[in-house]
């Protein structure tokens, strides 16, 4: 990635490649290591990117760390058991990206775009003076179709995100996750902005001192004002805000019933922050032997008329929510399918909308979707 310039590697596929086991000699594993230093695929300012039935696991910092990522296919992949940060983050500028079929196990979280991405790596490709010039982390990502299992730090992480979609997920966190960890939430939303930190180093003379004109420094200068508030290599960017987002058609689930008014399943931690859904509804929630119910003080997310919160009895017809599982194991797909695809009479089955941002007609298995179809990433 050049600063200022839009060079990407495009057209890449990597498809049925592991990735494993990237941790210091000294670590006892990547999922604990201290240092956060390894991801298991990085894109930096890359086009046309599929990724497809590959596999990640315990790595030290991240599953697919993705920077200024411009139209990518990520499919039928499985990232499980990593460190110090998330299964996938699109930021910096990605556009046009979407998740399908995937699954995630104890990860951190899923990130929709991105959290003080450096300016250095950003490409956004409005033009200048536009107001999504520079506005956003990611626009267009579109998370759909996956299993979501024990998120250490937050489920969905919508960070600077704009037109962005979650839909027919399942989220599950099982008995015995630890909620110590600082999660236990199942969506969350977060302004986003970006540092500029780098900015001048990359901009100086050969003399390391002299910061190079606009017309030298790749046409953007050292602090290019659509994007810098304030003038300085500690400086930050206006803030990214959430927009224009959906959340639809997923079940969120905790059997053991961990959520509570201390700890909800939806989280907005800063109030001033923007709150970013248009669309919120036909989900569902259930928190096992505590039934929720929305305090109605602003705070929890505001959903829509066909969104519930079920009872302790819901007759979710699921057929293993405990389902027990090695992460390494080669069928671990098959196996979360055939414990959370639900059946025929139950809640789930034919309760969602086919007509909301981001949908597909095929479900998490490829299978094809009725109208209407089912809640979560399996149809019956």
């Known amino acids: 990635a050049v600063y200022g310039r839009f060079a990407p590697a495009h057209h890449i596929v990597l498809r049925r490649i592991t990735v494993q086991n990237l941790f210091g000699d000294d670590e006892p594993s990547g999922r604990v290591a201290a240092e956060a230093l390894a991801d298991g695929i990085r894109l930096r300012h890359a086009a046309a990117v599929w990724v497809i ?26 990232i499980a058991e990593i460190g110090g940060g998330p299964a996938l983050s699109a930021a910096g500028g990605s556009l046009d990206l979407t998740f399908d079929g995937n699954t995630w196990v104890d990860v951190e979280s899923v990130r929709l775009g991105g959290t003080t991405s450096r300016s250095t790596d950003h490409w956004s490709a409005e033009p200048p003076g536009s107001s999504l010039h520079y506005g956003y982390e990611g626009r267009r990502i579109v998370v759909r179709n996956n299993v979501l299992l024990d998120p250490r730090q937050g489920g969905f992480v919508f960070l600077g995100c704009q037109d962005c979609a979650a839909v027919n997920n ?9 909620v110590g960890q600082g999660g236990g939430d199942s ?13 001048d180093s990359a901009c100086l003379a050969a003399d390391g ?8 420094c790749w046409g ?25 987002n959906t959340l639809a058609n997923n079940v969120f689930l905790s059997p053991a019933g961990i959520w509570s008014l201390d700890r ?37 997310l505001a959903e829509g008329p066909h969104s519930s919160f079920a009872a302790a009895d819901a007759n979710l017809a699921l057929p293993n929510i405990g389902v027990s599982f090695d992460a390494a194991q080669i069928d671990v797909r098959a196996v979360l399918r055939a414990g959370l695809r639900p059946g025929r009479h139950g809640l789930l089955s034919a309760s969602g909308f086919s007509r909301v941002p981001g949908f597909a007609p095929h479900d998490g298995a490829s299978e094809v979707r009725p109208d209407p179809p089912s809640l979560g990433a399996f149809e019956p």
């Open 53 to 78: 039935d590959s596999r990640i696991r315990q790595t030290s910092r991240g599953g697919i760390d993705g920077l200024a990522v411009h139209g990518g296919c990520f499919v039928g992949n499985v």
């Open 170 to 178: 399942t989220v599950l966190f099982r008995v015995g996750f630890d």
């Open 187 to 199: 969506v969350r939303e977060l302004d986003s902005r970006f540092a500029h930190d780098g900015v």
């Open 209 to 216: 001192e002299t910061v190079l004109t606009v017309d030298d």
């Open 220 to 244: 953007a200068g050292a602090y290019p004002p659509e994007l810098v508030a304030m003038v300085g290599p500690d400086g930050m960017s206006r803030a990214l805000p959430n927009a224009r």
């Open 264 to 300: 909800p399943p939806y989280l907005h931690p800063e109030p001033a922050h923007e709150r970013g859904f248009t669309l919120a509804d036909y989900n569902l929630w259930w928190n096992g032997p505590s039934p929720l119910m929305d305090p109605g003080d602003d705070t929890w």
